[in-house]
């Protein structure tokens, strides 16, 4: 048993989304055995290119029923059936929500019109409920209202219950595991099956191949699938818009997020905000105090007459002078993580010898300090890290020339490098810009040891 379902909203996303129309029809395979249509009051204003869409307006819906006066209706019809609409998850997760909000649960099999369309009858250039049913020759009226649009999904769906096929897709795109109901309606579940389950970074396309989100993942194929389970709006919008997902594998994290903020920058996806806003810089900076003791912090960059290093939130600057602390067994009270009149008591810090408690000499400490200030001041070298690669054969670099980002490349793992000549046929050139310094500063301050500053020797 199937309800074939639309509903028309106030078109604020999915959770601020409310009900002005909803049409249900109760449908055995052969004919429709009960049918549920209303207007619906969304208690609130219905914005303007909603009515010019629809037709719908806040006169329109005076006196009409809220969701909770429905809701055992919309329960009861579609109890033991199986949810049906062009581009479900809109349709379901609209409901559920309106539902949830007045205490009530919804939980239903789901199928999509879309999707099922797309297989069973490929080669269509839209699969737009208007389009699909002109191409098919299906009546549709009253178009963009309820009923109208729900009864020509009913006539879609009967045509798709007889297609060649229909009874193996039917049962695969029921199956729990199929994940049919959750990708995109719009998306081939082949192009989603090809995505690795490996880092890298991944391009949601819209229709005409545009590229409207660029993301990056440990597991691409993991991450790309927390997308279509997200309910927020953006999420809904940008999922129902997307046609094809590509890749590019990375082999680590780290070169993951250098190649992702370099195909925002590249392509600017409109879904996209990350890397679009000025982004803070905060400096590390030594200075000495009337007792001649050293100390290290920080401040924002324009502050800062004399940098040690960069980096680019005050959480990363705590993280960095912690690490320092442990290493070079400073003081916390001195690098500025607690703020008190005696000795410091860090509660994860242990290692001060004791400047703080003047049990051991200022000289002593601030040799310490300097050795910390020398291994945090990185500017100026010409360093390659390197990182694993796309598979086991190879391992991948990332070259920073005079302490700036030059760019990436890959490499098999037998080849050795002894200079920059060595990197230049295989090095991809990029852009050194504020976002991939504050990705590199902060790879670096976490991780000193995987550093190689080029010499004569092999690297």
Known sequence: MYTIVDIETTGNGIKGNRITEISIFKYDGHEVIDEFTSLVDPEC?????????????????????????????????????????????????VIKNELKHIGLDFVRKKLCTVRLSRKLIPGYRSYSLGKLCSALNIPLSDRHRARGDAHATVLLFAKLLRADG???????????????????????????????????????????????????????????????????????????????????????????????????????????RAQKRTVQQYGIFAYQDRKGVLHLAYNK??????????????????????????????????????????????????????????TESVADYNKRVEEAIAYADVKGDDMVIRQKGRNPSESA??????????????????????NREDLEAYLIPQRNTVETQGIIQSYLNKNKGNILVLTDRVV
């Open 166 to 272: 229909a009874e193996k897709v039917f049962k695969t795109f029921l199956n729990s595991r199929s994940q049919e109901a959750t990708l995109p309606p719009g998306l081939p579940r082949e192009t989603f099956e090809n995505l690795p389950s490996a880092p890298g970074v991944y391009y949601f396309k819209n229709t005409t191949g545009t590229i409207i989100y660029v993301g990056k993942a440990i597991n691409i194929k993991k991450r790309v699938l927390g997308h279509f389970y997200d309910k927020s709006s953006k999420e809904v919008r940008l999922c129902q818009e997307t046609t094809d997902i590509d890749f590019e594998l990375s082999g680590s994290e780290l070169l993951a997020l250098l190649m992702e903020s370099s195909a925002i920058k590249h392509h600017f996806p409109i879904y996209n």
């Open 301 to 358: 960059l324009k502050m800062v007459p004399k940098a040690i290093t960069v980096c680019y939130s005050p959480t990363a600057c705590r993280t960095f002078l912690e690490h320092l602390c442990k290493m070079f067994e400073l003081c916390p009270k001195f690098c500025h993580l607690q703020e008190s009149n005696g000795a410091c008591s860090h509660y994860s810090i242990t290692e001060c010898r004791g400047v703080c408690r003047d």
């Open 397 to 418: 670099f990332i070259l920073l020339e005079n302490g700036a980002y030059s760019g990436y490349g890959f490499v098999e793992n037998e080849m050795q490098l002894a």
């Open 45 to 93: 204003e219905i914005p303007y290119f909603i009515t010019g869409l629809t037709g719908i307006d806040n006169e329109t819906v005076r006196g009409a029923p809220k969701i909770d006066e429905i809701a055992q209706r919309i329960l009861e019809i579609t109890k033991g059936c199986i949810f049906v609409a062009h581009s479900v998850n809109f349709d379901y997760n």
